[in-house]
């Protein structure tokens, strides 16, 4: 399976590095292409590689939107996305950080599906921050968690099982709805990280007995 990853910067490059160490061939895309060759060569996986972005979406099943939420409104004529598998790690963070531009009633993942009804979003990974993929997914012994939410089971299923192929613990967090608590959840974490200055190693986690 293909994986393209639309956006090369902190979070499009810690995804490409995670699914670089996995079977799955990766596609990174950008509006630049020469920037994007040049996190590649700096990432040295044999199965990823650069590309434009309406080339990726189209050799590729599964999609993961790695630029801020406001340039996904811009992306709908970019490429093909009929019949994909959308990832959506966007959170819809204010400029300011001061809080999320979307929610309550709707989600940064809902309204990304309003802009691609052809595609099956998924919402996932938006609760990592991209230094983790630095590092790796593992806290003291524990799997990085990820929460999946999404409407189609089958779309759900094909996220789940990358995530824990990547090495994630990956957690089903019901339907695409849910993506309302799953972005104030990361609001949270980047509160932590950096408002309460527990930095960028910290990941949320749910347990259970
Ligand atoms: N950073 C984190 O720890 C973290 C954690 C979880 C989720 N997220 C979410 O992940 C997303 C990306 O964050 P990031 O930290 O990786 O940001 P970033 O480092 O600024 O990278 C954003 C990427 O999106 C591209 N981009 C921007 N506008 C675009 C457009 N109109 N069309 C196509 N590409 C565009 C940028 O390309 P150019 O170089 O051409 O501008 C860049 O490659 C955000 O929605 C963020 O909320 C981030």
């Known amino acids: 399976m293909n994986i393209a990853i639309i956006g090369s910067g902190n979070i499009g490059s810690g995804l490409a590095l995670t699914f670089g160490q996995t079977a799955y061939n990766v596609i990174l895309s950008s509006r630049n292409e020469e920037s994007t060759r040049a996190v590649v060569a700096k990432l040295g ?38 019949g994909k598998i959308v990832i959506d790690v966007t959170n ?19 309204e990304i599906q309003k802009l691609l009804p052809q595609a099956t979003v998924v919402k996932a990974f938006n609760t990592v921050f991209a230094q983790v993929y630095e590092q790796g997914l593992e806290f003291d012994g524990h799997k990085a968690q990820t929460f999946v939410a999404a409407n189609d089971d089958v779309a759900k299923q094909t996220v789940l099982s990358l995530a824990n192929e990547a090495g994630f613990e990956a957690v089903d967090a019901g339907a695409l709805t849910n993506a309302r608590y799953l972005e104030p959840l990361a609001y949270m974490n980047i509160h932590f990280g950096y408002m309460l200055n527990k930095g960028t190693q910290i990941i949320p986690a749910w347990l259970s007995r």
């Open 92 to 110: 819809p963070v204010k400029a300011d950080f001061s809080g999320l531009s979307v929610g309550f009633e709707t989600s940064a993942a809902e």
């Open 45 to 82: 996986k044999t199965n990823v590689k650069a590309s434009n972005i309406a080339d990726a979406v189209k050799a590729s099943e599964v999609v993961i939107l790695a630029t801020p939420y406001d340039a996904v409104s811009s992306l709908t004529n970019a490429a093909d996305f009929s």
